[in-house]
């Protein structure tokens, strides 16, 4: 009896401990593995999104470590925290203890990097998208958009954006949604956060106003302050051509001719009051 009392009890414990998150200290100890990551299923497919029909990704075409997952995530920092790991081009939603729901994500290109905690002020579906000036100087034909694109399938922020504000100052930072879902994984935008479609419509609906967003550094520890990318430097305006001086009359030289053929100059007229 005791036998079998014995055994019954070790596989509950096996199973509860199975169905949690084991200790990180175990991990790094080699006492325990880390679990597998769950990759979401059947979540890349076509369906109507409000006014438009959102196409299908060719989930073949995305590599793995870039797709929608739950995987085991040791932080310190709250349940529903997003902490985006620039370096290896993954957000994480902290979901529970030492377990994240992890994306898929691109970042800033060179000299578009930055780092610093923030939050999410504004979120909106279908946005509009409106250049900056900057922008539109490094891409001209970005200028008939001055006054806003419309929000739709061929719109840069997608299906979803999520506006980001840092003290209450808004940098231009965004989380949003992105018609190149090939641009996964790669760093190809300007500073904003891109999301397959698919998933930043989740992370929507998973996240509200006033949620935590932390940027980790470059070698992927926690920012102690906000580091911005330099200013772009302004263009310099052409130097107008200087104009050429105005040339003098030119007055032919009368060579051999006698003082008296010589037409006399005209003499003044007297100033009034002389």
């Known amino acids: 009896m005791r036998v079998t009392f014995r055994i019954m009890a070790a596989a509950i414990a096996t199973a509860v401990l199975a169905s949690c998150m084991p200790d990180p200290a175990l991990i790094e100890a080699g006492l325990a593995k880390p679990p597998e990551p769950r990759v979401a299923q059947g979540v890349y497919v076509s369906s109507m999104d409000g006014a438009f029909k959102l196409p299908a990704v060719p989930v073949e075409k995305v590599p793995v470590e870039y797709q929608r997952q739950t995987v085991y995530y040791p932080t310190e920092q709250a349940v529903g925290t997003i902490i985006i790991n620039p370096a290896a081009r993954h957000l994480y939603l902290i979901t529970g203890k030492n377990e994240a729901l992890r994306y898929g994500i691109a970042v800033g290109k060179a000299g578009f990097e930055w780092s610093g905690e923030a939050q999410i002020t504004s979120r909106k579906q279908w946005p509009d998208w409106t250049p900056p000036p900057e922008m539109i100087d490094r891409k001209p034909e970005l200028e008939k958009w001055k006054d806003g694109q419309p ?19 808004d940098y231009g930072y965004r989380i949003h949604g992105t018609p190149e879902w090939f641009s996964i994984g790669k760093n190809a935008s300007s500073g904003c956060i891109r999301m397959i479609n698919q998933d930043v419509i989740d992370l929507y609906s998973r996240v509200p106003d006033g949620t935590k967003v932390i940027v980790l550094n470059r070698d992927g520890s926690l920012p102690t302050k906000l580091t911005l990318p330099p200013p772009a430097p302004k263009k310099r305006k052409p130097t107008p051509a200087p104009v050429p001086a105005a040339m003098p009359a030119f007055k032919p030289a009368l060579v051999g001719v006698p003082p008296a053929l010589v037409a006399p100059s005209p003499t003044p007229a007297p100033v009034a009051g002389n």
């Not at 929000?151 to 100052?169: D, V």
């Open 151 to 169: 929000g739709g399938l061929e719109n840069p922020l997608g299906a979803r954006a999520l506006y980001l504000t840092t003290n209450g100052i």
